[in-house]
């Protein structure tokens, strides 16, 4: 079965400081790979995507993530963080073959100022 | 406005009583969707509809119950409430693929506590 893991419920970085969230997934086949944010009392924003076209993806407010199939990894970065970064970062992926789609359980990033 | 759109926001009712969240849509996606946020659980699919006459059950489908009552709407019922179906609560819909390569987009969320 296709499943999502999220390394680190919660992630602590300085203002400035390199981001880095933790995304793995199990996949037979090439999957679709997504990257939302949630901030307080709001519902989930999509913030980039992977369909393979091009394994670095740059998605909205500076972040980016690399598709790395040898890692079966798909980690999301910004290289300066901000203090409005700080929210609830959830990977997904779409189970291949269907429209469905699986989330990790999230990570919440405080940026300490 | 929002694409996706859910109603109530934020509901408190008693257990055994029922509830009804409502969605609607304006992005015109056949594709549906119910999910729970809980904390440290992720989102957790209820339910799922891919059309009108289309309606599956999602991973945590028990105590739960749909209606697809157009495209554009998808209502999630809780028959009988009960306390650890207290969460937040998301309708959200997906595109066919060719437009925006297979997005999920989510409502605001529906806070829903039963005591």
């Known amino acids: 079965a296709q499943s999502v893991t999220q390394l680190g419920s919660h992630v602590s970085v300085s203002e400035g400081a390199l981001v880095l969230l933790r995304c793995n997934y199990s996949?037979?086949?090439?999957?679709?790979l997504f990257w939302y944010v949630q901030y307080p009392n709001q519902g989930l924003q999509l913030l980039l995507k992977?369909?393979?076209?091009?394994?670095l993806v740059k998605g909205i407010n500076g972040f980016e993530a690399e598709f790395k199939k040898s890692e079966t990894s798909f980690h999301l970065t910004k290289p300066s963080a901000h203090m409005s970064d700080a929210a609830e970062y959830f990977c997904?992926?779409?189970?291949?073959?269907?429209?469905?789609?699986?989330f990790g359980t999230g990570t919440r990033l405080k940026v300490l100022a | 406005d929002a694409d996706v759109t859910q109603t109530p926001r934020n509901r408190i009712t008693k257990t055994g009583k029922r509830i009804m969240l409502e969605c609607s849509q304006t992005?015109?996606?056949?594709?549906m969707y119910w999910y729970r946020q809980d904390p440290g659980l992720g989102l957790r699919l209820i339910y799922y509809?891919?059309?009108?006459?289309?309606?599956n059950k999602g991973e945590i489908s028990d105590g739960y119950s749909v209606s697809r009552q157009a495209q554009a709407k998808f209502s999630l019922s809780l028959e009988s409430a009960i306390p650890n179906q207290t969460a937040l609560y998301f309708c959200?819909?997906?595109?066919?693929?060719?437009?925006?390569?297979?997005?999920?987009?989510f409502g605001e969320g529906s806070w829903l506590t039963v005591v």
């Open positions: 959200a819909t997906s595109d066919p693929g060719l437009v925006s390569g297979n997005t999920i987009y």
């Open positions: 996949s037979s086949v090439p999957p679709y």
């Open positions: 992977y369909t393979s076209a091009a394994t």
């Open positions: 997904a992926v779409r189970i291949s073959g269907t429209y469905k789609y699986i």
């Open positions: 992005k015109g996606h056949d594709r």
């Open positions: 509809s891919f059309d009108v006459k289309d309606i």
